[in-house]
């Protein structure tokens, strides 16, 4: 396998690529005479891990990090090793990926509670930790029959409940979909096969439309205008869960076309809605009102023979980074000090206001995994700023996360036009006014009891201990 890895590395730099070659042998060195359950040399693991990431044509400190990302765990070798021998940063993704002494804590919630907030606190600074994280996970997933039945099903839960939406976070979709399948595998194996089945016919559907959609759009081509079609499925347990809600096929897939610039895809956009008969109230643009990173598209849903589509118009840059998600961002030649901003962007401050919030770390535990790892709405302010809040939000927690200051003056607001209750839980792309009393304060201790965030709730606290 390490000719393999070799082989792969070759898009690395000539001084990448011997750092990679000597990280593969000090892991080598460090792991020689450790087996894993099934038998296997341990080493295969952080060799497998390495591959995954090489496919992705990960940036050198990641490669390496996650060839070394068990040796201060499980080996004699320290932290100070690793920075010598490769650097402050390898060190700190390696630190943030090695679980505390489990002698230090008695309780196995507690002991993997801390372990959780050690990682979030480390990937705050540097995403690498969490990219290294469910790509080691996904390598488990692959070789977890090796495990005993009673440990699957628990070990498969925790993968959808904190690694598949850790993917997400990062668009990570390529190990989000195959965690996800897997997970669902282990979890609901006698519905594996139907639904893996029901997905397959249903590729037969997609195609047949996108032939269709190819066809008609071939009338309004004009010699300039260039585009191409394709698809993407929820992965086996996103789409089960979908159906369970809503018995319609169509609600797991998107169709993507792909064209060469913004102006081409609003003629395309044009296009569509000429052709197939646009679903009300389902346009949303974020191309020309950034709301994502890996998002940038114009999305429509429009009734294509009796099927209600999603579908995303994206120029070859949007396609990249929807396809690319973090790697689309991250490179081996960016600044440390840009891949701290980055992190701290993509981990907004969900994880520090609960560090504030509790000391904890089973509390901060259930806070984080509901808030961080929610469904995104965004909201918009009346100048049409997005404001991104986890799905349950109220007007509330949109106050304080537009401007604190102001929002414990809020005496209502306005909700699409029509005034409601501050109280009021808040959907997707709605438009949300605060109605501002300056003169008077409004803050009560009740607003605590529907403000969802760990930013609204710190920051009633701070207000009303001032009181």
Known sequence: MKEQLIHKATYLTQNEFEQFQFAILFAE????????????PYILHPFAVTDILLDCEADCVTLIAALLHDVVEDTNYRLEDIQ????KEVSYIVDGLTKVDKKSVQNKEEYEAINFKKLLVAAQKDIRVIIIKVTDRLHNMRTLQVKNKHKQVPYANETLKIFAPLCHKLHFKTIQYE?????FFYLHNQKYEGMKQLLQNYNQILHHLIDTISRDMQSFQDEVLTWH?????SPINTAYSHLQVIQDVTMISKIHITTSSILDCYKILGMVHQLYEPIPHQFEDTIAINSNLFDKCLKTKVKIENHEMAICIQTEDGKRRHDGGIFSLLSSDMPHSEVQQLSAQLMDDTIMNNIELTKDTLTFYDLVSYELFQDTIVVFTPQLQPIHLPEGATIIDFAFAVNAELAIHMSSAKR??????IMTTLSHLDIVEMIIDSHTIQLET??????????????IHKALHKE
């Not at 009740?446 to 920051?459: D, R, V």
Request: charged share 25%; net charge negative.
């Open 446 to 459: 009740k607003w605590l009891n529907f403000a969802n965030t760990s930013k609204a709730q710190l920051a």
């Open 179 to 183: 965690l996800e399948d897997l997970a």
């Open 229 to 233: 079609l394709d698809y993407e499925i």
């Open 84 to 87: 010598k021998h490769f650097g």
């Open 416 to 421: 699409n036009g029509d005034k409601t209750s």
């Open 29 to 40: 060195q460090a792991h020689e005479g450790q087996f894993r359950i099934s038998g296997e």
